[in-house]
């Protein structure tokens, strides 16, 4: 489902499919231990997988599929129901993304990138993106984003990692945190999702130097007391 | 006496030089479920299970045989809480609080007459006073200024620093109060641990990115979590692609060849130990190195085992392979 509607379908340029799974099995670990704890019951063996897992995130594409249809196909960025929704280059070389939520925005950003023709209820007539695509791009991101700010349209620029390090909202929320590793000195990297406010720990933020811990491997040979 | 409650006298500690016996440590519970009042944690808003710590004298005791009403009661206890020599009511200029624990029992009667612990407080402190003549010259002026009000020296500087919970039995003969130790004040705060996960005990078997990154995110809420990693190191550890900080981020690393009998043993070794083991590699060979679920989950019946696969554990594809660096044709 990813891609250009006419273009070759594409994969993601980061791992999604590990991500989710990890989630999934982080889950299934917390379900267990309530399960053990709460109900009287033993362990149990957990089936994780990424196929199980994904299935999650195409959710929709399975929902909007009916017997004897084609099934849904590629939209490029935009959604099933959505007329307007995706990326757009600026004059200045960057990206912003634009998606229309409700009829105001439709119709207001419609009319912002000069689009003529509207039916009786405001609605445009016929496609608005390739106006909105020539409108971006004669203009320079910052442009873009206050014109629209201006309007109360909803947009966002595309965020690369510099981007997301420079934030000042996630700078101020902590939301990349380094993490210490002999191999690769600080490395950037998500801090711990969700947060529990209630039990938040600062926690040791490194990774362990290759056995680290196997020093006390005699003794968990004879006395299973690594853990300790 | 030498050595006191683990200090010299004299060496390691100065205040023994003063006071004529020393207590390290006084424990005790608030009986928070037969309190009338709300407990002290929740009045200082701390949720959860909380410890207050308070620097005081030794525990006095107050003894009362006959009170029939609260209020009486109260004013009974509060004489007790005011003399001369207590270290609240005699040095301390700056602040200083009282301790009183009522038993459950009287603590019904006061609350029959006082709902609000807040009035309790103010009953307390009203009657927890001596007269500023009762002081020797030379109190008057300065040491006692603080807490004056009128002609009177109270225990505290307002009603908000007399300290009242619920503690002790079903008996009604007893209250126990404790003055701070000079200019000090009570602290409320959580107790222990504040990792929600600490004490889950994970062995991450796991190789590439899926797997490990289950017990990666269970490591980030303080889950205690064991990467064995292959002799030589994790294929991820060196690699370009940066991937180690995020899967091995707060976790521990012993060494150790699942595929040799001793790296086998080695994880039997720790399945009593455990809470939960990732693994992901192909059933097959768990079953040949004795690390499938049926042997470890006969080992720990409380195991949690999770097992990754690419396609899952059962249906016609169980046995593709795609994760597991033991993959072999």
């Known amino acids: 489902m990813t891609g250009a509607a006419d273009g070759p379908p594409v994969l993601a340029s980061v791992p999604v499919g590990d991500a989710v799974t990890g989630y999934v099995g982080a889950f299934g670990v917390l379900a267990a231990c309530y399960h053990r704890m709460t109900h009287g019951a033993g362990g149990q063996l957990i089936d994780v997988n990424p196929v199980d897992a994904m299935l999650q995130i195409t959710g929709p594409v399975l929902s909007q599929h009916k017997d004897g249809a084609p099934p849904p196909h590629r939209l490029g960025s935009r959604l099933a129901a959505s007329t307007l929704r995706g990326v757009f280059r600026t004059s200045d070389d960057s990206w912003v993304t634009v998606a229309a939520s409700t009829p105001r925005h439709l119709r207001e950003i419609a009319e912002l990138c000069g689009h003529a023709e509207f039916d009786g209820s405001g609605v445009p007539v016929g496609d608005v993106v390739p106006r909105v695509e020539r409108w971006v791009a004669d203009r320079k991101r910052a442009e873009v984003a206050a014109a629209f700010a201006e309007r109360r349209l909803p947009i966002a620029p595309v965020a690369t990692a510099q981007d997301v390090l420079d934030d000042e909202h996630l700078r101020a929320r902590h939301a990349v945190r380094y993490v210490h590793t002999a191999e690769h000195g600080p490395v950037a990297g998500p801090a711990p999702a969700p947060r529990l406010l209630g039990s938040t720990a600062e926690l040791p933020w490194r990774t362990p130097d290759l056995d680290e811990h196997g020093k006390t491997l005699p003794a968990v040979r004879d006395s299973s007391k690594l853990f300790s | ?55 005081a004298m030794g525990t006095t005791n107050i003894c009362d045989v006959i ?147 289950i017990s990666t995110v269970l490591a980030d809420h ?108």
Not at chain 2, 18 to 47: D, H, K, M, N, Q
Request: proline share 6%; with cysteine.
């Open chain 2, 1 to 55: 006496m030498r050595n006191l409650a683990g200090q010299e006298a004299g060496v390691t500690s100065q205040s023994v030089f003063g006071t004529p016996g020393r207590v390290a440590g006084i424990v005790f519970g608030e009986w928070e479920e037969v309190s009338p009042w709300a407990p002290l944690a929740e009045r200082r808003g701390v949720p959860g299970n909380a410890v207050t710590v308070y620097g």
């Open chain 2, 67 to 213: 009170a029939d009403n609260g209020r009486s009661l109260l004013e009974f206890v509060a004489e007790g809480l005011a003399y001369h020599g207590a270290n609240g009511a005699l040095p301390s200029s700056a602040f200083c609080e009282v301790f009183v624990g009522f038993n459950p029992v009287w603590a019904k009667m006061i609350a029959a007459e006082y709902p609000l612990v807040e009035d309790v407080q103010e009953v307390l402190w009203e009657a927890a006073s001596l007269p500023v003549a009762s002081f020797p010259a030379g109190y008057d002026a300065g040491l006692v200024l603080s807490r004056r009000h009128g002609d009177r020296v109270h225990i505290a500087q307002s009603p908000q620093d007399v300290i009242v919970t619920v503690c002790g039995g079903m008996g009604n003969l007893h209250a126990l109060s404790m003055p701070s130790w000079g200019d000090t004040k009570s602290v409320t705060a959580l107790s222990g641990e504040r990792r929600s996960l600490a004490g889950l005990r994970v062995l991450d078997t796991a190789t590439l990115y899926a797997g490990p990154f």
């Open chain 2, 222 to 329: 303080g889950a205690d979590v064991i990467k064995i990693e292959p002799p030589g190191g994790d294929s991820y550890r060196h690699a370009a692609t940066r991937m180690w900080p995020l899967l091995a981020r707060n976790k521990r690393s012993v060494v150790a060849d699942l595929r040799s009998r001793d790296g086998a043993d080695l994880v039997r070794a720790l399945v009593p130990e455990l809470d939960v083991v990732v693994v992901n590699m192909p059933d097959r060979l768990l079953i040949e190195a004795g690390l499938d679920y049926q042997t470890l989950g006969a080992i720990n019946p409380g195991l949690i085992y999770v097992h990754v696969t690419s396609y899952g554990l059962d249906g016609p594809y169980a046995d593709r392979l795609g994760t597991g660096r033991w993959a072999r044709p």
